[in-house]
């Protein structure tokens, strides 16, 4: 069902999202406007999809540099296998960083994220949406410049501290792509959803482009180290593009016109014509448990209140990210080929980084593009929740794959190249379209002066579904 991004409403009685009558809107303001005020009511037109690209781009960057880090996989065996020649097979083999490394990367970017989005969420009113989006961008870009220098660097005489030093870069860089993350989407809850739209499939390819650099780069260099220098330096680029990307964004007719009406619906909220909110969700009931007073300026915003209304597409981020993290990376990047033993560059050199990490990655940003012209179920469907439990079912499949080392159960039921793949593909699919439809449906179901605030906290959702998925994905790979 393809539905128009710039003028929707969110029915309570209905399953799927249709788009509200803007004739009646126009012509019947539900509060009258001030005279000086009638001449904003025109709205620019976005230009070449100028601000659309953007946040497409944004979108990219807030999981790229953590795309990139758990994506250099062979990088990161070359550098925690201890390469030192003094260093004795017992003594590398009691180092089991090597084996879990990416479960404890994963617990490192979630679990420290959970605190920076209950911070961001207090200071939602507090400090300027560009202040912690431009901070949040200059230290992911830092840590991603020591990661870089460090690829040349001998560590074989110090890996455990090595490893100390990238687990470290990882909490702070995801704590910042969190508070950049949950900024930028709180901040396109304002804007029409399709930017919402684009800011969540922009998410997808930045794991996607990773994916692709490590491909390219394991085929283009014959040393790892010239490899891993190359992919982090993409990295290092990238960010910096996408500062210089946020910083023109105000600069847009189209961008300009729908910041301004955010301050404009903050600071006063109930002189304010439909027409503000014709694209958005008019919430027409159920919202007795909201302040009458929606002047939010300076003060936290009511966290209870907006937790009611999107508690259960809360419910399935959170348990969305929980499954998908829980079997990618940590499982699905060691599920080897069958044919491995036959040494072919398919089997051994492609197989992990083809059909673990780019095809998960690109049918994830699939799923989440696709949502750009179908959204069903609809926010009030109870299938949503439902197809959400439905992945539970993909944690066994995996783990009967030809995951390796086997430490506990020797059995492998899906015995077959095409497994893995058909399972990643699915996985992918689901985990985008699905996280898609609940994310952009959260801030569309409150007020809309509580759009951010309700944006960051589908963001506090979606790192506790992390964290915990992260915690759970290093049990499930000592279970198998």
């Known amino acids: 069902m393809a539905v128009d991004f710039e003028d929707n409403d969110c029915d309570d009685h209905h399953d799927v999202y249709q788009p509200a009558n803007t004739t009646i809107q126009d012509e019947?303001?539900?509060l009258e406007e001030p005279p000086e005020k009638r001449s904003d009511i025109h709205k620019p037109e976005d230009r070449f999809n100028g601000t659309y690209i953007i946040f497409f781009f944004l979108g990219t960057s807030s999981l790229l540099p953590l795309g990139f880090i758990m994506t250099a996989k062979p990088y990161w065996i070359y550098k925690l296998q201890n390469?030192?020649?003094?260093?004795?097979?017992?003594?590398?083999?009691?180092?089991?960083?090597?084996?879990?490394?990416e479960s404890y990367i994963?617990?490192?970017?979630?679990?420290?994220?959970?605190?920076?989005?209950i911070g961001n969420f207090l200071l939602v009113n507090k400090v300027s949406v560009s202040v912690r989006i431009l901070s949040s961008l200059v230290t992911m870009l830092a840590v991603l410049m020591?990661?870089?220098?460090?690829?040349?660097?001998?560590?074989?005489?110090?890996?455990?501290?090595?490893?100390?030093?990238?687990?470290?870069?990882?909490?702070?860089?995801?704590?910042?792509?969190?508070?950049?993350?949950?900024?930028?989407?709180?901040?396109?809850?304002?804007?029409?959803?399709?930017?919402?739209?684009?800011?969540?499939?922009g998410q997808?390819?930045?794991?996607?482009?990773?994916?692709?650099?490590?491909v390219v780069d394991l085929a283009a260099a014959s040393e790892v180290t010239d490899s891993a220098l190359a992919y982090f330096l993409t990295a290092d680029v990238f960010i910096i593009v996408c500062i210089g990307m946020y910083l023109i964004l105000p600069k847009l007719e189209y961008a300009s016109y729908y910041i301004k009406?955010?301050?404009?619906?903050?600071?006063?909220?109930?002189?304010?014509?439909?027409?503000?909110v014709e694209e958005e969700v008019v919430v027409t009931s159920n919202t007795s448990h909201f302040p009458l007073n929606r002047d939010y300026t300076g003060s936290v915003p009511p966290l209870w209140s907006i937790l009611k209304k999107i508690s259960t597409l809360g419910f399935c981020v959170f348990y969305i990210y929980f499954i998908s993290i829980m079997i990618f990376p940590a499982v699905s990047s060691s599920i080897e080929s069958v044919n491995k033993v036959s040494g072919g560059l398919w089997t051994d050199k492609y197989f992990t980084p083809l059909t673990s990490f780019l095809l998960y990655n690109f049918a994830d940003l699939c799923g989440r593009q696709i949502t750009a012209w179908i959204q069903v179920p609809g926010p009030k469907s109870w299938l949503l929740p439902t197809m959400a439990l439905l992945r539970t079912i993909f944690?066994?499949?995996?783990?009967?794959?030809?995951?390796?080392?086997?430490?506990?159960?020797a059995r492998v039921i899906f015995a077959h190249d095409i497994y893995p793949v058909v399972f990643t593909a699915l996985l992918g699919f689901?985990?985008?379209?699905?996280?898609?439809?609940?994310?952009?449906?959260?801030?569309k179901v409150t007020p809309k002066e509580l759009s951010e605030a309700a944006g960051v906290l589908m963001m506090m959702f979606m790192q506790l579904g992390l964290a915990l998925g992260a915690g759970f994905s290093v049990l499930v790979v000592h279970l198998i």
């Open 28 to 30: 019947t303001p539900l």
């Open 83 to 101: 390469c030192s020649e003094q260093i004795s097979s017992a003594e590398q083999g009691a180092l089991d960083i090597r084996d879990f490394f």
């Open 106 to 117: 994963s617990v490192a970017s979630t679990v420290p994220s959970v605190l920076c989005l």
């Open 146 to 201: 020591v990661i870089t220098a460090l690829v040349k660097v001998d560590t074989s005489a110090w890996t455990p501290w090595f490893f100390i030093v990238i687990i470290v870069c990882v909490v702070i860089s995801s704590s910042a792509a969190t508070i950049f993350s949950s900024s930028i989407f709180g901040l396109s809850g304002c804007f029409p959803m399709r930017n919402s739209q684009a800011l969540i499939s």
């Open 204 to 214: 997808a390819m930045g794991g996607t482009l990773s994916a692709v650099a490590s």
């Open 261 to 276: 009406r955010k301050k404009d619906i903050t600071q006063s909220p109930c002189i304010l014509p439909t027409d503000y």
């Open 395 to 409: 944690i066994p499949i995996f783990m009967l794959c030809n995951y390796q080392p086997r430490m506990h159960s």
């Open 430 to 443: 689901s985990n985008g379209y699905l996280i898609t439809l609940s994310t952009i449906y959260g801030p």
